[in-house]
């Protein structure tokens, strides 16, 4: 007996790929004489330890122990066979001790050469649970528990002499799948035996074709997987449909019973029949004519999609024909069919969204960059060009997408670098699943896993490193090609390109554009060639980065206005040496840009406006503070001479600050209640710096030296309380104190002059969106000067103002001008907005008949009230009053009362017990969401509109911006409609009773 003790042997055992010396020594002296020369075979098997520990155990239980241990030291084929199993699963190990005269099996030479057969894997099959493979109805005359076990034992003995020639021949993983295949078609031939002994003489009423679905009917089944099915029935002939209808049932039943029950022997694998018509909530068999109503009427397009691998497998193979051969011509015009763009976007979301997070980045199947992406990509590609292209209906995937290539709608190279990535991608897949037969499709973290697989897979020195570089490699592989296969054949139909031979005509284009979202596919192949035409470095960069681009566009509401805005851009800005380079270079600008474009008409206007901005895209996007807004207004306002140029170019800072809080909004870097204080602290460095212009321009006019008289400017409703939406006016009031020994009426001139210009300046034509200074607010409204002195103000308020112009005090905030006059303002209202005993009863009721004759008269003629996001039930109207009443009543005694902004009013509110906590949460809420839903409306459609919008593409848009995945724009609707009605069941309670 051989037992190995020295140094030197230790090292050698650990070149080969032991771990576990101690065993290995154990194990090699079990073997005596047959250990020399077993060891190489030892060392060339994925887990050496693992190899020889399930010799050891098949050595224990073998009838014939020499025999083994002769055939191994004596046959190089059978020892390669065996230890190759034996090193990479741990469930055929078990099956080999269970069954050890199956290791005979791998002595069979033709292995290494020979594919098994279909038909031969279905008699062997069916023999195995004792039915006649010759026979029309096999059936099983065995018992039901020697039946099932049997073919349990029979499926293990083929999957292990297919597992042998997987592992020590090197049989591709395409053949390797098709004989897996094939073994389940014969399983679920011989599965039907055993259901058709089970129902007895029954069963001859119903004829019933399986059909396989999914990998089965793809014949690309991995080692583990559910075997998705459908079923079809016709009645026998003489039977009832009734009987027949029952029989077909129990059949089908049975069948999946056979397959998944575990036993003694194990499972096989679970029968899914969830693809049918109606999923789990239809019948388990249906007609031919049944099916063929169902799929005319209601079939969505995922499950034509799933169609594409349909394949009579098992059962009545005329009755399967007769399926397939309806359900073809319904495949192919699916992309025609209204709603298949939608289901298509859908079903890309769905590829993602049930990854669960913790396995996300380990994840063969459904990851980015994984089996998943490439799967689609084919089936979508199919479903688009098939219709007109039979020679693309492969139903397997490399099969497919070497059509694909061969017909030119995938590129040759691209082709290629997807076929090895996908090949590595199912190896890797089946050397996971093949460790303990277990249905998986996450890579494993551990490292003695990652060593055996990456040692299956041909790493020797660094296994683990090894494997991981490769995995890598191939998912950024399908992750950078995914776009490519869509999107970059579309400029072979528009531009030449040299290192592409692949040539899209013009007609399979916009049908490819059209599958993909594209509205007008028409213009967008347009767009594309006057971006891409041409010889110029410009149009090179350009093509280069459109494929990716497009697919940005696509995943956007509205990728026709993506598209038409980056050619806008990119005309204005196309020569100028920065902006392709930064888009290329940055990956991040050009998604920004592409979102941005494809989401927002605001935006993209901005941007038109003041292409440059396209650098913000690479900027912190949070709002900056009015403090250092102010200072580079001030100083691009300096290095002008004249009073208007000046203000353009605060005009020009406020452009492009507008189009920083956009995109951030846009990209979900500003919240709602940031974006109000963006916008507010922008409005006030416009004023102020707009507002020194101004002074200065009068003042040479008249030819003063000093202001006679000091200004403020008083920021009133959304702009006081620090809440302006996009299309917000800023509402405010202005007021003046004349310098000591100034007459009234020469300040008073003075100041309205001022006034005058600031609004001048802020309104003239230029190529940012003017800002609208609304003095309405101010007493006497339009009827009342322009600009008041302090004094005068002083006594208005107090022989004539009436509690609704204290309610519009309450968000006065003073915050433009002279400091010293501001507070002085400040100090005038605040007894009048915050009374120390409250507003009494009879103002209490003044305030809610105007508030009734708001709602009564303002809302726009034909305005949904549920809807409408100002003046409908439950929004901002109806929260603000609210809001606005108990500052009213409570502000003399609650401090915290005393504030313009909303939110922290009614934050105080709570603190001092005037609400309760469950009545403020819900008008936060609804307040965060309405005013958030205003803001996406004004984003999305370029303007201000108080009401969702209507138009399906633009309400996606909102949907999109306040964070709703693509596609829930009915759940964003039904969660705006149950805030508000909260909302407006609090403000029904507080407000009017």
């Known amino acids: 007996m051989n037992r190995p003790t020295s140094g030197s042997s230790r090292t050698a055992l650990l070149a080969l790929g032991f771990h576990d010396l101690d065993g290995a020594h154990a194990g090699l002296a079990v073997l005596g004489d047959a250990a020399e ?28 122990r020499a025999e083994l241990l002769r055939a191994l030291a004596e046959d190089e084929g059978t020892a390669m066979r065996l230890l190759r199993v034996l090193g990479a699963s ?16 791998l002595r069979d030479p033709s292995l290494g050469s020979t594919r098994a057969a279909a038909f031969a894997m279905r008699e062997s099959l069916l023999r195995a649970v004792g039915a006649d493979p010759d026979d029309a109805t096999p059936t099983s005359p065995l018992s039901d528990a020697e039946a099932v076990d049997a073919l349990r034992v029979e499926y293990r003995r083929i999957l292990l002499r297919l597992a042998a020639r997987d592992l020590a021949h090197d049989a591709r993983v395409d053949d390797v799948a098709a004989e897996l295949s094939d073994l389940a078609a014969g399983t679920l031939e011989a599965a039907l035996a055993v259901a058709r002994a089970r129902v007895g003489e029954a069963a001859a009423s119903a004829r019933l074709a399986v059909i396989a679905m999914g990998k089965c009917g793809g014949h690309e089944l991995n080692y583990v997987s559910d075997v998705d099915v459908v079923f079809v029935h016709a009645p026998a002939e003489g039977a009832s449909e009734n009987g027949a209808l029952r029989a077909a049932t129990q059949l089908a039943a049975q069948l999946i019973q056979v397959c998944s029950v575990h036993t003694g022997e194990g499972t096989i694998w679970p029968v899914d029949a969830g693809l049918r018509p109606e999923g789990k909530q239809g019948p388990l068999v249906r007609t031919l004519a049944s099916h063929q109503g169902y799929y005319e009427r209601w079939a969505k397009t995922w499950e034509f999609q799933a169609l594409l691998k349909a394949r009579p497998v098992a059962g009545d193979r005329e009755l399967g024909a007769e399926y397939l051969a309806m359900v073809n011509p319904m495949i192919w015009s699916a992309a025609a069919r209204e709603g298949f763009v939608e289901d298509v976007q859908a079903m890309r979301r769905r590829v993602v969204d049930h990854i669960p997070a913790d396995v996300a980045e380990r994840q063969l199947k459904l990851g980015s960059g994984g089996l998943r992406d490439v799967e689609f990509a084919v089936q979508l590609l199919q479903l688009v060009h098939g219709r007109t292209d039979e020679s693309i209906h492969a139903p397997t995937t490399l099969s497919a997408l070497h059509q694909l290539i061969e017909g030119g709608y995938v590129g040759r190279e691209d082709g290629r670098t997807m076929h090895d990535a996908y090949f590595f991608l ?17 890579m494993p973290a551990d490292e003695a896993s990652l060593r055996r697989l990456g040692r299956s897979l041909g790493h020797a020195k660094d296994p683990v490193a090894g494997l991981e570089r490769q995995w890598r490699h191939h998912r950024r592989e399908v992750r950078r090609l995914h776009e490519k296969l869509f999107y970059r054949p579309l400029l072979g139909a528009v531009a030449r390109i040299s290192d592409d031979p692949v040539s899209l005509s013009h007609e399979q284009a916009e049908r490819r554009l059209a599958a993909l979202g594209y509205g007008d596919p028409k213009a967008a192949l347009r767009h594309l060639q006057a971006m891409t035409g041409g010889v ?34 990119s005309e204005a800005l196309g020569r100028t040496p920065w902006y392709l380079r930064l888009l290329r270079d940055e990956g991040e600008v050009a998604q920004r840009l592409a979102r941005v474009l494809a989401t927002s008409r605001y935006a993209t206007d901005l941007l038109e406006r003041e292409p440059n901005g396209v650098k913000l895209l690479a900027e912190d996007l949070t709002p900056r503070s009015a403090g250092a807004v102010l200072a580079e207004m001030t100083s691009s306002a300096g290095r002008q001479s004249a009073p208007d140029d000046a203000v353009r170019a605060i005009r020009a800072v406020r452009r492009r600050e507008l189009l920083r809080i956009a995109t951030g909004e846009l990209l979900g870097s500003n919240d709602v209640v940031g974006v109000g204080a963006g916008l507010s602290h922008l409005t006030d460095a416009t004023l102020e710096a707009t507002l020194e212009v101004a002074g200065r321009a009068v003042r040479a006019r008249l030819g003063l030296d000093v202001a006679p008289t000091r200004l403020a400017i008083i920021g009133m409703g959304r702009y006081g309380g620090f809440e302006l939406s996009y299309g917000s006016d800023a509402d405010v009031m202005f007021v003046h104190d004349p310098l000591p020994g100034v007459e009234a009426r020469t300040a008073a001139a003075y100041a309205q002059q001022t006034v005058n210009e600031l609004r001048r300046m802020l309104h003239m034509p230029a190529t940012d969106p003017p800002l609208e200074v609304d003095a309405d607010l101010r007493p006497e409204g339009k009827q009342g000067p322009l600009v008041r002195s302090l004094d005068a103000y002083a006594s208005y308020y107090a022989r004539w103002s009436a509690v609704w112009e204290f309610q519009a005090l309450l968000r006065a905030d003073a915050v433009v001008g002279d400091p010293g006059l501001r507070e002085r303002f400040t100090a005038l209202i605040d007894p009048l907005r915050f009374p120390a005993g409250g507003i009494d009863e009879a ?25 409408h996001l100002k003046l409908g039930r439950g929004g901002l109207a109806d929260i603000e009053w609210t809001v606005q009443l108990l500052q009213m009543r409570h502000a003399g005694a609650v401090p ?34 309405v005013s958030a839903m205003r803001n996406a409306v004004t984003l999305v459609r370029g303007k201000q509109f108080d009401s969702l919008p209507r138009d399906p593409r633009e309400r996606a848009g909102v949907a999109s911006v306040i964070g709703y995945a693509p596609g829930q724009s009915d759940e964003m609707v039904n969660d705006y409609l149950r805030v508000t009605r909260r909302a407006r069941a609090v403000v029904d309670r507080i407000f009017w009773e």
């Open 536 to 569: 110029s470095r410009t149009a090179a960069i350009q093509r280069a980065l459109l494929p990716v681009m497009l697919e940005w566009f696509a995943d956007a509401p509205d990728p026709d206005a993506g598209l038409w805005g980056f050619r806008r851009i």
């Open 426 to 442: 199912r190896t890797l897949e089946h050397r996971i699943q093949l460790f303990e037969l277990r249905r998986t499709h996450v």
């Open 90 to 105: 741990t469930a055929l190990a078990d099956h080999l001790v269970r069954h050890p005269d199956h290791w005979r099996e």
């Open 843 to 867: 103002q209490v009721r003044e305030v809610r008949r105007i508030k009734a004759r708001v709602d009564a008269e303002r809302l726009p003629r034909g305005a949904d009230p549920h809807t």
């Open 37 to 64: 020369p077993l060891r190489a075979f030892l060392g060339r098997t994925a887990d050496p330890d693992l190899a020889l520990q399930g010799l050891v155990r098949l050595l224990e239980v073998v009838d014939d």
């Open 896 to 929: 915290g009362l005393r504030t313009p902004r909303t939110l922290e009013a009614l934050q105080a509110a709570l603190e001092a017990g005037l609400i309760e906590a469950d009545d403020a949460e819900a008008l936060r809420q609804a307040w965060c969401r």
